[in-house]
């Protein structure tokens, strides 16, 4: 089975910041990786697929990149809305697991 | 829109089953792939099956293999999931989900949920 390794766990920043989450797959999955984001009490909802392309709907801010076995989620504002968990999902093969999270809180 | 809404959910024992019911409406879907994932209290999410658009391929959590079958009835545009021998460990919010394709793939849309919690 791919292990899917998010870092940090928690991350801690303020409303206008740049910051990155990173995934790492335990065997190149190529680009068969999404991310989401999940708010308390909420399904998730998808933001980015096939590594770096946008789901429709998402703000520009959410970019993501990457191939193989290493990648990044980046937000390039920060807006009080994101502060929520992400996770990182590998669909290169079965079983389709998910990273275990980083948590996005406020500074 | 696309509307995702899952039954079934409750208090069941140890060792027994349940079902696990997702009307989806908004969208074709005998077209997509469907998943089931969960969501243990206070923990990360953890991918459980999938089914192919045309219930052709089904693909299981190693956690749930040979215990729960994943299905769908494209003439009733419905999702099922069949849990038996359940455990503690099986506790969580179970999400029906929507591919964005035909077989694998991200997830596009989710289910509000609905809890199942196995206890004596």
């Known amino acids: 089975d791919i292990q899917m390794t998010q870092s940090p766990p928690t991350l801690s920043a303020s409303v206008g910041d740049r910051v990155t989450i990173t995934c790492r797959a335990s065997?190149?999955?190529?680009?068969?990786l999404a991310w989401y984001q999940q708010k308390p009490g909420k399904a998730p909802k998808l933001l980015i697929y096939?590594?770096?392309s946008l789901e429709s709907g998402v703000p520009s801010r959410f970019s993501g990149s990457g191939s193989g076995t290493e990648f990044t989620l980046t937000i390039s504002s920060l807006q009080p809305d994101d502060f929520a968990t992400y996770y990182c999902q590998q669909y290169n093969s079965d079983p389709y697991t998910f990273g275990q999270g980083t948590k996005l809180e406020i500074k | 829109q696309v509307q995702l809404v899952e039954s079934g959910g409750g208090v069941v024992q140890p060792g027994r089953s349940l079902r696990l019911s997702c009307a989806a409406s908004g969208f074709t879907f005998s077209s997509y792939g469907m998943h089931w994932v969960r969501q243990g209290p206070g923990k990360g999410l953890e991918w459980v099956a999938l089914?192919?658009?045309?219930?052709?391929?089904?693909h299981y959590a190693d956690s749930v293999k040979g215990r729960f079958t994943i299905s769908r009835d494209n003439s009733k545009n419905t999702l099922y999931l069949q849990m038996s021998s359940l455990r503690a460990e099986d506790t969580a919010v179970y999400y029906c989900?929507?591919?964005?394709?035909?077989?694998?793939?991200?997830?596009?849309?989710w289910g509000q949920g609905t809890l199942v919690t196995v206890s004596s």
């Open positions: 065997q190149s999955i190529s680009i068969w």
């Open positions: 096939k590594a770096s």
């Open positions: 989900a929507k591919g964005r394709g035909s077989g694998a793939g991200a997830v596009d849309y």
């Open positions: 089914i192919s658009y045309d219930g052709s391929n089904e």
